[in-house]
């Protein structure tokens, strides 16, 4: 029987629930090893050829020791983030997270995406100081020594860029990676000081409605966030992931506001005043405020609105003939929890419920997941998620409908600092090719 | 999260001091206004935090071919750096932000001058020099006239022409 027949066949016996392949999400849990027989046809054909199995040579002899802090497989060095800035050009430095080669929900410290306006400066952690002044009862300046004895708490939150994905503002889609698109978010876990537990020690005015956070880099960065977030879940952090704070992550502490614009996570965190109005800082009144297509512009935009792509596949993963893939990606929501994702084979004509990987935490990455059987032919991936607060990802369509879209195709570099968080799509053609499209 | 929750905390660290304001460690070192004066730099849109002194166009056309016409191009007009004279409409939205046709509030060019520029050397002007390379800017803007001082009185009174441009995305999360 020819492969691809084989295939055909075997699509008939298992159960579709969207068009182009798409199984069921529990289709695994429930058919267990009938179905892996079924679904792996081509993985497990005959091994005519093949040589034996033998010893290579690195289990014919003792290991390396282990080093104080260890480094990944040197196999994995293409692993990487790509950077804008790459010769440090008086200019803002980014460096995007490759989704499509990471798994899980948790990027690693080292590949965490890092936007810096003018460099990372090199903080001596003894020498710096948090600052809480401006309408408070008493300032107070706390070490990092002082901090590490409060109470702490840590909690999984992603951190996305305003500008996060926005190259899919240009009017033809951009041939890039989901690194170069979608790079500019990444989730971990923060530990650190609840912001109100510092701010009962230092009291508030009643007048206080806002606070200026001010970061120790050469820019002093500024913005203004207003004090019900503060109080909400706003953390100084001092740990990512279970170690310090990266350098470029704001070392040794800063401001995470959860589910907010990136930008407001001030890094390099040296200052909050309490203020009764916001200070209308440069990146709040001039960058980060989002043109519309009438000329207005959104200020404060604040929330990282509800959110989904597919890493796996997408550009740069090539499909390797016909049969089983896994489709497989992130979700996530400013908002709070991920409540569902579904997946298209089919470019949006039909639709399947994706799993989500427990445990599904809010304002964090929720990876998801869901079976696929690829006959060979052309088929457009898309995924769609929907908050708990009933937020629905836009479409492509919808959203420039209202949002606009560049005249002219930009560098993907080059994009402005516009939120965007419509569906992304991934076409494959018959050679298993996957290309960035509008569908 | 709040710190009532930890009745413990209270007995272990509140007893012992009596200056206390919360029931948390109070670890934090007390600070005085002189004491944090330095770092002291956000300036409200009224003009809260504008420093004493001042500068006229002229003063800031010196400094400005001086210090910063290598980045931001000759009397302004653009180099390596953005523009920070004259700009286009706003009439798509990859159009390009400058002053002129977008900053709402004329105390965001103090404010972002003063901690920010020179990109090699931050913080080194006097107030004196920011208040001249802001009125040099404006005055080159049209927004002011060729001899307006701009001070702590006047810049605050200097109205953007974008100061209504803008919307508030979520009013309810402030």
Request: aromatic residues 8%; hydrophobic residues 40%.
């Amino acid at each position: 029987m020819e492969p691809r027949d084989r295939v055909k066949e075997e699509l008939e016996r298992l159960e579709l629930v969207a068009g182009n392949g798409l199984l069921d999400r529990r289709t695994f849990l429930r058919s267990g090893a009938a179905f892996a027989a079924a679904v792996t046809g081509y993985t497990v054909a005959r091994s005519a050829g093949a040589a034996p199995l033998k010893d290579d040579p690195w289990s014919l002899v003792p290991g390396a020791i282990s080093p104080s802090y260890e480094q990944r497989s040197r196999f994995e060095g293409k692993v990487v983030r790509t950077l804008s800035n790459p010769n440090g050009e008086t200019r803002t430095s980014h460096a995007r997270t490759p989704h499509h080669l990471i798994n899980g929900t948790f990027t690693p410290n080292g590949l965490h995406f890092t936007i810096v306006h003018s460099g990372t400066p090199d903080i001596d952690p003894d020498k710096h100081r948090l600052v809480i002044h401006g309408l408070v009862k008493r300032p107070l300046a706390f070490t990092l020594d002082a901090l590490a004895r409060y109470p702490m708490v840590s909690r999984m939150t992603f951190v996305e860029c305003g500008g996060n994905s926005a190259p899919m503002f240009s009017k033809e889609p951009i041939q890039a990676s989901v690194q170069a698109l979608h790079g500019l978010a990444s989730c971990a876990e923060w530990t650190g000081v609840p912001l109100s537990t510092l701010l009962e020690e230092t009291g508030i005015d009643p007048k206080a409605k806002w606070l200026v956070a001010e970061g120790a880099d050469s820019l002093a960065l500024s913005r203004s966030v207003p004090l019900t977030k503060a109080l909400d879940d706003a953390m100084v952090a001092l740990y990512q992931n279970g170690e310090r704070l990266m350098p470029g992550n704001g070392y040794p502490m800063r401001l995470l506001l959860p589910g907010w614009e990136g930008n407001m996570n001030v890094k390099f965190l040296r200052r909050l005043k309490l203020v009764e109005a916001p200070a209308m800082s440069y990146y709040e009144t001039r960058t980060y405020s989002q043109i519309l297509p009438g000329g207005k512009a959104y200020r404060f935009y604040f929330l990282q609105e509800v959110k989904s792509f597919i890493t796996h596949p997408s550009p740069g993963l090539a499909l390797k003939g016909p049969g089983y893939y896994e489709i497989s990606g992130i979700a996530y929501s400013g908002n709070g929890r991920i409540s569902k994702v579904m997946g298209s084979a089919d470019g949006g004509q039909s639709w399947a419920q994706a799993a989500l990987q427990a445990p599904v935490l809010s304002k964090a990455f929720t990876r998801f997941r869901m079976p696929w059987r690829w006959d060979g032919g052309p088929a457009v991936l898309q995924s769609r998620a929907w908050d708990e607060a009933g937020n629905m990802q836009p479409t492509r369509a919808q959203f420039v409908a209202q949002r606009g879209e560049t005249q002219k195709v930009p560098n993907v570099l080059g994009f402005p600092n516009q939120h965007y968080n419509s569906l992304t799509s991934w076409a494959i053609d018959g050679k298993g090719e996957v290309k960035h499209v509008y569908a | 999260m709040s710190t009532h929750e930890l009745p413990a905390i209270v007995l272990a660290l509140g007893l012992g001091s009596g200056a206390a304001f919360s029931a948390g460690p109070n670890l934090g070192t007390p600070l005085e206004p002189a004491e944090i004066a330095a770092w002291d730099i956000s300036i409200q849109p009224d003009g809260t935090g504008l420093p004493p002194g001042g500068g006229t166009p002229a003063q800031g056309e010196r400094i400005f071919a001086q210090k910063c016409a290598m980045c931001h191009g000759e009397r302004g007009k653009g180099g390596v750096a953005a523009p920070v004279v004259g700009g286009g409409p706003i009439d798509r939205i990859d159009a390009q932000k400058t002053i002129a046709n977008f900053w709402g509030y004329s105390t965001t060019v103090f404010d972002f001058i003063r901690r920010a520029m020179p990109w090699q050397q931050p913080r080194s002007l006097t107030d004196n020099e920011v208040y001249a390379l802001t009125a040099f800017i404006l005055a080159q803007n049209k927004l002011i006239g060729e001899n307006d001082s701009m001070n702590a009185e006047t810049l605050p009174k200097v109205r953007m022409p974008n100061r209504d441009g803008f919307i508030i995305r979520f009013p309810d999360k402030i």
